[in-house]
T-cell receptor, first 112, second 113 residues
Framework: AQSVTQLDSQVPVFEEAPVELRCNYS??????LFWYVQYPNQGLQLLLK??????LVKGINGFEAEFNKSQTSFHLRKPSVHISDTAEYFC??????????FGKGTRLHILP | NAGVTQTPKFQVLKTGQSMTLQCAQD?????MSWYRQDPGMGLRLIHY???????DQGEVPNGYNVSRSTTEDFPLRLLSAAPSQTSVYFC????????????FGPGTRLTVT
């Protein structure tokens, strides 16, 4: 069965500092991986996705993630965060034609 | 395209009442799903459907029923609401093609007293 672990429930970081949000998954077959963002009192929107090909994936708002098959990880990074990045971030995994499972989320707090 | 729409946006129920949360999509997606979001628990899959007439259970199906008579609609039924079902409910549909991206509705905030 698929599962997703987001290792940090909350991450505080100073404005303009870099950030990494960690995600590990478990699956016995090839997977597709996603990061979604939820701004306060809003729905979810897709940040980026890994389907195949290059292991470094670039998304919206300056975020990127690296797929590491040997480590079964898909960590999200941004070199310099802004106050507008305050949100909850969800990692998700799916297999072809199968259900999508989400992690428990990581709240990103930007400190002035 | 309207995308994924959900009604109502807010609902208050008394324990034991029943109701149906509506979800519709106009993107001709075969896959649709329902999640509930609770603080610290992330999004948990309730039920999903890979096409009209086909439904399956997710991680937390107890207390909820679904049916899928058309490609467009995927209603979620609470037969006898309980306070533990107080949550924010999201419906989503997925492109089964190349992108596999899941599109979310705006959510329904349900309170059961």
């Amino acid at each position: 069965a698929q599962s997703v672990t987001q290792l940090d429930s909350q991450v505080p970081v100073f404005e303009e500092a870099p950030v990494e949000l960690r995600c590990n998954y478990s699956s016995s077959v090839s997977v597709y991986l996603f990061w979604y963002v939820q701004y306060p009192n809003q729905g979810l929107q897709l940040l980026l996705k890994y389907l195949s090909g290059s292991t470094l994936v670039k998304g919206i708002n300056g975020f990127e993630a690296e797929f590491n098959k040997s480590q079964t990880s898909f960590h999200l990074r941004k070199p310099s965060v802004h106050i507008s990045d305050t949100a909850e971030y969800f990692c998700a995994v799916t297999q072809r034609d199968d259900k999508i499972i989400f992690g428990k989320g990581t709240r990103l707090h930007i400190l002035p | 395209n309207a995308g994924v729409t959900q009604t109502p946006k807010f609902q208050v129920l008394k324990t034991g009442q029943s109701m149906t949360l509506q979800c519709a999509q106009d993107m001709n997606h075969e896959y649709m799903s329902w999640y509930r979001q609770d603080p610290g628990m992330g999004l948990r899959l309730i039920h999903y459907s890979v096409g009209a007439g086909i439904t399956d259970q997710g991680e937390v199906p107890n207390g909820y029923n679904v049916s899928r008579s058309t490609t467009e609609d995927f209603p979620l039924r609470l037969l006898s609401a309980a306070p533990s079902q107080t949550s924010v409910y999201f419906c989503a549909s997925k492109d089964q093609g190349v992108s596999y991206e899941q599109y979310f509705g705006p959510g329904t905030r349900l309170t059961v007293t």
